[in-house]
Structures are given as C-alpha cells and as structure tokens.
C-alpha cells in the first residue's frame, strides 16, 4: 500500500478518529461483502506520517483473484490511500513478524515551497552535510535507543540493530534513508531532529555518542515533524 498521511490520525484502527487502517477495513467490506475479518500491517505509522511501501496482510475466505480484490478495494478508498498489488502468501506469513528490516526516507527541504509543505520539514537554517554524516555514523551499530522513543525500557526493549543511516542530496532536498531490524515510536523522528540539531551547530557528533549512553530529554525536545517521514519499504 501506498498512501499520504497528511489527513489521518496514523495507521492504527482508533474510535473517533479517521485513520488509514479504518479506510482500508471500510474499502475490504465492501470488496468483500461484508465478510469478517482482520487486517495487520508491518508497522504502526504516526500521524501525519506517509508510506510508499506498508505491506499488510489480511486472511479472507475468499476466492477472489488478487487483481480483482485489488480493484475493488481501491474502488472503495479515498485517492489518497491506493492498494499497489496483492498476493496468495503461506498461511504463517505475518506482515509483522514476518518482516526482517524496515526502510525509512524523511525529506529534508532547504527552500520553502509552494507544493511540498505535507511531505518535508522546511529547515531554514544551514546545514552542515558533513558533520550531520559524521554523526549519522556513530549512530549505525546495535545500540540502545531509549534516549529516542517515548517506549518503556521496562516493558519493551529499546535495543536496536540500525543497519544504515545515509544522507543524500537531490536538488533543494536533503534525503535521510534509515534502515534497521526495526523501529521505536518516534525513533526516526527524533533521530532525524538530532541530525538537524547537528548541522545546525547546537550538537557536535560526540553529543551523539551521549545521547547513546544516557536517558536524556533532548531527542524528545528535537523531534522532527511528521510531514517528512516514509515508511519505503519493508523486507521478508
């Protein structure tokens, strides 16, 4: 699935609140007439936060080809959400559990633009490249990132094997590209508002190596807004 953020309180089903979980189950009704059951995506995306690449997976006692059920379930979702395929899969695959590494892009802009505003972080001061890279290296490695989720280190893990953290530039745009085993809440947010923090001056890249080594507010304080962040894509 791919799918804009913008207007959605994130993917997750909540009461009162639309999201992109709810427009799919509305949509799959509808492809299905009305059949029970359960839809579960790879990852729980924020508010706000898009995807070019959510896998989910949903068991129906259907005997639908792939390509049908596909149509209609677009024919039934707003234009900003779109199914890109579907296929027959093992009955032990899990879109979760499943998955071996999660790819993350967030999009940095150094201009304002008149179009772009939903999908980065206008940042008006100058950057560094250097020393943000730098920095992203020393975040690269199996580490603690309790100092960047909001996650309780008691009831969950905050160890992470992050694989890569790469910046490139494309034009105006400063493209961060995080990949991992997987990701805390609001850990890529809080990453990439500590890279920011970074090239503007105000943290040097041994800060970095702190902030892996203590429980410390200022992530916390850095994080990026959610306009920037995709989910791109996920391995099995």
């Known amino acids: ?53 959510q896998v989910v997976h949903v068991d129906l006692p259907s005997a639908l080809p792939p390509d049908t059920l596909v149509a209609r379930i677009n024919d039934g979702l ?65 580490a603690d990132f309790r100092a960047f989720t909001d996650d309780d280190p008691e009831e969950k893990s905050t160890q992470v094997l992050l694989q890569q953290l790469t910046l490139t530039e494309q034009d105006h745009l400063i493209v961060i590209h995080v990949s991992g085993s997987h990701f805390l809440w609001k850990m890529v947010r809080r990453i990439v508002g500590v890279l920011v923090g970074v090239g503007k001056g105000a943290l040097t890249p041994d800060d970095v190596d702190r902030l892996l080594q203590e429980k410390s507010p200022l992530p916390a304080q850095l994080t990026a807004p959610a306009a920037g962040l995709f989910l791109e894509r996920v391995d099995y």
């Open 1 to 53: 699935m791919e799918y804009a953020g913008t207007r959605y309180s994130g993917w997750q089903i909540q009461n009162n609140a639309r999201t992109v979980q709810g427009e799919l189950h509305k949509a799959l009704e509808a492809a299905t007439r009305g059949r029970r059951f359960e839809t579960y995506g790879s990852g729980r995306t924020d508010a706000g936060v898009h995807a070019l690449g």
């Open 78 to 142: 707003p234009h900003d959400i779109n199914v890109l395929s579907a296929e027959r899969m093992p009955p032990r695959f899990h879109a979760r559990h499943s998955a071996v590494a999660r790819h993350y892009r967030y999009q940095l802009s150094r201009r304002r633009s008149a179009f772009e505003k939903p999908y980065v972080w206008w940042v008006r001061d100058r950057l560094d490249l250097g020393r943000m890279r730098e920095a992203a290296g020393r975040l690269v490695g199996f």
